[in-house]
């Protein structure tokens, strides 16, 4: 059996990829994202990972302020070889509303919270390198959300930059998630996986 050949577009170009690629890369691509110049190609969802991030982008969307909203799918550049995609981006809208509809990315200033639904495949990089490079960015909220006997947990981070950039603990919540920060939220947490 022979492997098929790699599509042209899969080639990095010279000098590596970089997060200003990403937008170059043809129609019809999976998704993917950068993260130390490496193109990760998204594997398809379980049905908990998708209803749990697109309840909890609609349930954020909700309570968010004027000017903040919720998104799936957007990537936040961290610099020049760092592009991931978290499972949800909550960030500040820009007031230009055609740049708001042809984004593809934030940046880290305009990013309030970023949310990863940990995956069998992504569990290193959902609990340890892109953690790491959202603190050292300076984003002042993480959530991680992981799976116990079928339900949601979210763990709630928030940057502490003393000495260096880096998360630390908040709560970690199995019913019900109220908090004051970035905004106001009290979220049913088993609703997200319904």
């Known amino acids: 059996m022979t492997a098929e050949p790699l599509p042209d ?11 200003d690629d990403m937008d170059d890369l043809p129609p019809g691509v999976p998704r993917m994202e950068l993260i130390d110049g490496a193109l990760i190609v998204t594997p398809p969802q379980t049905r908990f990972h998708a209803r749990v991030m697109g309840n909890l982008s609609h349930a954020l969307r909700e309570v968010s302020p004027p000017g903040v909203t919720a998104d799936l799918e957007i990537t ?5 070889r760092q592009r991931p995609e978290p499972d949800v981006l909550v960030y ?17 200033d305009e990013v309030l919270l970023v949310v990863e639904i ?8 959902d609990r340890v390198t892109k953690p790491d490079k959202y603190a050292l960015a300076g984003i002042p909220h993480f959530w991680r959300i ?6 949601p947990v979210v763990h709630v981070y928030e940057l502490d930059g003393i000495k260096e950039p880096r998360y630390i603990p908040v709560t970690i919540a199995r019913e019900r998630l109220k908090l004051d920060v970035p905004f106001p939220v009290d979220i049913d947490v088993k609703a997200l996986a319904r």
Do not use: Q
């Not at 936040?76 to 020049?80: A, H, M, P, R, T």
């Not at 992981?146 to 339900?151: I, N, Q, S, T, V």
């Open 146 to 151: 992981e799976r116990e006997r079928g339900e």
């Open 118 to 125: 940990v995956s069998e495949e992504s569990e290193d990089r």
């Open 76 to 80: 936040v550049k961290l610099g020049k």
């Open 92 to 108: 500040r809208e820009p007031e230009d509303p055609h740049e708001a509809d042809n984004r593809t990315c934030c940046s880290p």
């Open 9 to 19: 577009w899969f080639m990095p170009p010279p000098g590596g990829w970089t997060a």
